[in-house]
């Protein structure tokens, strides 16, 4: 039973927050935006912040809240890998954003899930979006380096097969070794070597006789 509503679940639009207590997705989405209503209803307990669902700002309209959040972005936040398989296979879409432009992968990372990364990757979730969780520039560089500040070995690789720069290489292994995330930080260094060997090689022309 949702104890904001009191009425039961149906199936459908549930939400769990991080201190396991269940609610109707709309419920606690109203609840989190409310004056007043910024923890767990039952113990009080802070969300995390993709839970929040509002705007951190004091001086913000306290009835300000995202819009748009999906069943799958809250499959996301909770680490919940059944629930995101059976929403991906119901035909969930992976690269749906709320009123903020976050996406379920965004949500997975931001709280470092990364089974649930892995199934949003594998089911053909962009991964530049994860950019703005360290306010770079939505590219795989920018997101090389959120990659790296969140620990997301799955998004990383996923990166590496795309065209990335040896400055946007360099910055997220900087990242990585300040973080002691050194298995990020070796990939990122055999990244970086490929990129320098390809910058120094030149094709020789030969002359036509």
């Not at 001086?59 to 809250?74: I, S």
């Not at 053909?124 to 306010?135: D, N, R």
């Amino acid at each position: 039973m949702c104890s904001i509503c009191c009425d039961g679940f149906t199936g459908k639009g549930r939400a769990t927050l991080n201190c396991g207590h269940e609610f109707h997705l709309q419920c606690i989405s109203q609840w989190l935006s409310q004056k007043g209503g910024r923890t767990c209803p039952v113990c009080r307990t802070p969300p995390t912040e993709k839970e929040k669902l509002h705007d951190l700002d004091p001086e913000a309209p306290f009835n300000r809240m995202v819009d748009g959040v999906t069943p799958l972005m809250f499959a996301a936040t909770n680490n919940d890998a059944d629930e995101t398989r059976r929403l991906i296979h119901s035909g969930e879409n992976v690269n749906a954003c709320d009123s903020d432009g976050d996406t379920p992968l965004l949500y997975a990372v931001s709280n470092r899930h990364e089974e649930v990364t892995k199934l949003l990757l594998a089911a053909g979730a962009g991964v530049t979006v994860i950019a703005k969780l360290v306010s770079a520039p939505e590219t795989p560089d920018g997101a090389l380096a959120a990659a790296c500040a969140f620990h997301s070995p799955a998004c990383l690789t996923r990166l590496m097969t795309m065209r990335v720069t040896l400055a946007g290489v360099e910055r997220a292994r900087e990242i990585a070794v300040a973080k002691s995330y050194m298995d990020l930080a070796y990939l990122l260094m055999v990244k970086r070597d490929v990129l320098r060997s390809q910058a120094c090689w030149w094709p020789f022309k030969t002359s036509v006789v």
